[in-house]
């Protein structure tokens, strides 16, 4: 088995949540999360799931903009909370993030070529100024950019994709050994989704740099994820090859999440009405029992229990957090249908 670069151990987040009459409760946005991703070879993990099931806060823990409430987070083997102040300098080097808001991730004052600038200053990247400029046009090169016609201008006569892809440069060329992209097309037309993923696949292949590609977009996953992981409520509900995650989806969530993705002939209409319970009513069981029981259209009494652990689906990686699985650890269920 090849050494681990990133592992996460049983991560959980918690917030308490204030509410009308001074009263509080807890509120779990991240449970028990467990993931690998391995030195060698490259690869993009994908995390999946609705809005508020814990994918921005996964991001937060791994970057360190949050701490966590209990588990671990190892990177090459040493625990984050452990480091000491060069270590931290190091990993913040090695691990490198990307935005969804490429509008706000920029300071409308300075001109592009300060963020690059900036960063070569912070990590000591160059020591002339020949190779800075060289350090730069390298990078830009790689996202289809030239630096004479981005660099001196403002971040507002630029668009959205080449900012995007001005971000995806910047992370480049520190040399990463990961990057975290959190919803980076979530602002770019699809005119533009193309050029970005051919910017992250080549940089996997190309260049040996990981990808914790974060997102609620089915459809790009599919095309370049290695790895996913679909979220539920801050828990995991599937996770494997994601090819096979998507075309056999098994927990009911997952079933449900795939067969709601429109599909694109307008011989076919969408008429389904898509009704959800009120949000209490879906948290209700945050402490205990699955979080999808209200939702589920194969609910049990067994699953009021207590959360299920993920359930191997297939002799490889795919697995389910689901009771339906777990008197059959190797299972091929037919679909459940809405």
Known sequence: MPPMLLEIRNATKTYRQRSIGGKSREVIALQDFNLSIPERPASIITIAGESGS??????????GFTGLSSGQILYKGQDLTQVNAQQLKDYRREVQAVFQDPFGVYNPFYRIQHIFHMVIDNFKLSQNKADTRH??????NVVGLRGDDVLLKYPHQLSGGQRQRIMMARAYMIRP???????????VDASLRASILDVMLRLKAEAGISFLY??????????IGDQIYILYQGAVAECGNTVRVIDQPQHPYVQLLVDSVPEPDPDIKWEDEIVLPPEEEMRKSIHSGCRFYPRCPKRMDRCLEAQPPLFPIDEQDHQASCYLYENHPVANPPRVTS
């Not at 814990?54 to 970057?63: D, N, P, R, V, W």
């Not at 050994?177 to 602002?187: G, H, N, Q, R, T």
């Open 177 to 187: 050994k990961l990057i975290v992209a959190d919803e980076p097309f979530s602002m």
């Open 135 to 140: 350090m730069i046009e390298e990078a830009l």
């Open 214 to 223: 974060i997102t609620h977009d089915l459809s790009t996953a599919y095309q």
């Open 54 to 63: 814990g994918k921005t806060t996964l991001a937060q823990l791994i970057l």
